[in-house]
């Protein structure tokens, strides 16, 4: 990525000096190490932020108006801070937009700005590059507005611009890890009471490697809200069934649902099956990483991709594909598809000394069976989001 003093040559050509505040922020894109789909579920999830992230940089206006550019693709856009509606379809504008309108909706004042972003993140490639983009837009605004929106905060007004802006029904875990996120540690979060926990993720045996099967189908956004709408017909059945309250499958226990799961219709079943003992996978994996047990947390990451192709069905032929070729390296401990699903990345735990090797042998593997060379990135926890410099 550019140093700071090239992106602020480039800012200063594009915009001319208002003489008021400015700085330059960033927010990591993430990866999900275990708990998929179970967000929305007021489940248990375990990211890490990755080494790769978006940088913005800003300066404040005096008017109310925002003008942004886009360094990676060359496009940019302008608004007014009074007339914001999601009309640019398909426009990465509207993550901007709605974040300044969550923004302002929970009672911030802001002023206008004129911003520049460069980002390494892949986009769609299941990485969160979007959580990204709204996390570094809020921090930019709040910090050059003066305002102090705590980082849990931040995360909720992100995933409120996603879901009401862009559109997309996601839970809370992007943009909370890309909040929150820190250096050497994975982020255990409890979605339904948002407290977390930083899990230290430190050994120098081991590492995380994430692959790029770069195929992504279109079906994302519509799978993703029947997968969510089937979950909540499997949780107001256990409603019925059980005496007491189940707001969402969080709430049902591996016992409960075998004892129920004959008279659930069979996808239903299945879809549950997925939440429930996903759920179960992420408090045990969360402790043996706690303990370093780095075997019992690879075990758990081939289960949860199992489950995901089964139960869930939100894998593809590439992410399995990707997935067996890991498994049958000398030194992977675990691999599975993560994110939303239907293409994107895998993710892999393995020991260190193995890295170089299967680097290789996946490239090839996967190159032979589908003509693709796959994207590879070696990543230890990297920190959320934060100010790189501040000019009062
Ligand atoms: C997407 C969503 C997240 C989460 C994952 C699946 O990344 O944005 O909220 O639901 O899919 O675990």
């Known amino acids: 990525m550019q140093d700071l003093k090239k992106l602020w040559k480039i800012f200063n050509q594009k915009f001319t000096d208002?003489?008021?505040?400015?700085?330059?922020?960033?927010?990591?894109?993430?990866v999900n190490l275990i708990g998929e789909h179970t967000d929305y579920n007021e489940g248990f999830v375990l990211p890490m932020a990755i080494g790769k992230k978006i940088i913005m940089l800003g300066q404040l206006r005096n008017d109310r108006l925002v003008q942004v550019f886009d360094l990676s693709y060359k496009v940019g856009d302008k608004f007014s801070l009074d007339n914001l509606s999601?009309?640019?379809?398909?426009?990465?504008?509207?993550?901007?937009?709605?974040v300044v309108d969550e923004i302002q909706k929970a009672g911030y004042p802001l002023q206008g700005a004129n911003l520049i972003f460069t980002s390494n993140i892949p986009q769609r490639a299941g990485l969160s590059s979007s959580a990204a983009l709204e996390v570094v837009t809020a921090l930019t605004m709040a910090k050059l507005n003066l305002l102090e929106i705590k980082p849990v905060e931040m995360a909720h007004l992100c995933r409120r611009a996603e879901n009401?802006?862009?559109?997309?029904?996601?839970?809370?875990?992007?943009?909370?890890?890309?909040?929150?996120?820190?250096?050497?540690?994975?982020?255990?979060?409890?979605?339904?009471?948002?407290?977390?926990?930083?899990?230290?993720?430190?050994?120098?045996?081991?590492?995380?490697?994430?692959?790029?099967?770069?195929?992504?189908?279109?079906?994302?956004?519509?799978?993703?809200?029947?997968?969510?709408?089937?979950?909540?017909?499997?949780?107001?059945?256990?409603?019925?069934?059980?005496?007491?309250?189940?707001?969402?499958?969080?709430?049902?226990?591996?016992?409960?649902y075998k004892k129920y799961q004959s008279q659930l219709p069979e996808v239903i079943a299945r879809r549950a099956r997925h939440i429930i003992s996903e759920n179960d996978r992420v408090q045990t994996?969360?402790?043996?990483?706690?303990?370093?047990?780095?075997?019992?947390?690879?075990?758990?990451?081939?289960?949860?991709?199992?489950?995901?192709?089964?139960d869930y069905e939100v894998s593809c032929v590439e992410l399995d594909l990707l997935v067996d070729l890991a498994?049958?390296?000398?030194?992977?401990?675990g691999a599975r598809m993560t994110g939303a699903g239907f293409g994107g990345c895998t993710v892999n735990l393995l020991r260190r000394e193995h890295v170089n090797a299967f680097k290789k042998t996946i490239k090839q593997g996967y190159k032979k069976i589908?003509?693709?060379?796959?994207?590879?990135?070696?990543?230890?926890?990297?920190?959320?989001?934060?100010?790189?410099?501040?000019?009062?």
């Open 285 to 310: 994996g969360a402790q043996a990483l706690r303990m370093k047990n780095y075997s019992t947390f690879g075990q758990l990451m081939i289960e949860s991709h199992k489950s995901l192709k089964d």
């Open 86 to 98: 999601p009309t640019k379809k398909d426009s990465w504008a509207n993550y901007l937009m709605g």
């Open 18 to 30: 208002s003489g008021l505040i400015k700085g330059a922020f960033s927010a990591p894109g993430r």
């Open 327 to 333: 498994l049958e390296q000398e030194g992977v401990l």
């Open 164 to 256: 009401n802006f862009v559109g997309v029904a996601c839970g809370i875990m992007d943009q909370y890890v890309s909040c929150l996120g820190q250096k050497n540690y994975a982020l255990f979060i409890d979605c339904r009471s948002n407290d977390y926990d930083l899990i230290p993720f430190k050994d120098h045996n081991y590492q995380i490697v994430i692959c790029n099967s770069k195929v992504q189908r279109g079906l994302v956004d519509s799978e993703y809200n029947k997968r969510k709408e089937e979950c909540k017909i499997a949780a107001e059945f256990f409603n019925h069934k059980l005496k007491r309250e189940i707001r969402a499958l969080r709430d049902v226990s591996i016992d409960e």
């Open 370 to 392: 589908t003509g693709i060379i796959p994207d590879i990135y070696v990543t230890p926890p990297a920190e959320g989001a934060k100010v790189l410099e501040f000019m009062k």
